[in-house]
């Protein structure tokens, strides 16, 4: 009986020493983390974009851009320039193109941005960039699979995420940064 006390009373005394240091060790983050299923994809992003109010930052592995045409990658990227032109700092980091195809792919979209006054990195030359990043005003942030190409934004089935917080935002802020410092202007 009296182990059985002990017993109860160590197991209560770890009980409340685990909760102490759970409540008084760790800050509580409010993020609210969403789904973004792949039809709502373009709509959400378009709506973000034009309401930055301070800073985007975007990282792209695949980015299309064609002169004239209506396809949804052209329009998010004419919408980044809207915003710069209006005072909002837009950095982008495209994937240079290790495979040819994908540096191809990319140099219209680079080449647009870059003449409409906005600073795009290419990533580092030994990697590819799979870091697919929007980063709004330091808050909202959208990471996943999604590429700014028609396929990926109206045919294939991505895995993006929504997600609403400083300290991610940071953190990704960090990483976006890491990526220029490696890539080229």
């Not at 109010?53 to 975007?58: D, S, T, W």
């Not at 052209?74 to 290790?98: D, N, T, W």
Request: positive net charge; aromatic residues 10%; glycine residues 4%.
């Amino acid at each position: 009986m009296i182990k059985n006390t002990i017993k109860n009373i160590i197991l209560l005394l770890f009980c409340v020493i685990s909760i102490s240091f759970s409540v008084f060790s760790y800050e509580s983050v409010s993020t609210e983390v969403q789904l973004l299923k792949n039809r709502f994809y373009a709509k959400k992003v378009m709506k973000l974009i034009r309401s930055a109010k301070k800073n985007i930052r975007l990282s792209l592995n695949e980015c299309e851009y064609f002169e004239d045409s209506k396809d949804i990658s052209s329009r998010l990227l004419r919408e980044l320039v809207l915003k710069a032109k209006r005072g909002v700092q837009v950095e982008v980091v495209l994937e240079r193109g290790i495979g040819k195809e994908l540096g191809k792919k990319n140099k219209n979209a680079k080449k647009y941005l870059f003449d409409n006054g906005i600073i795009v990195y290419d990533d580092a030359d030994d990697k590819i960039n799979r870091n697919n990043i929007l980063i709004v005003d330091d808050f909202t942030v959208i990471v996943g699979s999604t590429v700014w190409t028609e396929e990926s934004i109206n045919k294939n089935d991505e895995l993006v995420f929504w997600i609403e917080s400083d300290e991610f935002a940071k953190v990704l802020t960090d990483r976006f940064d890491h990526l220029k410092i490696f890539g080229h202007r």
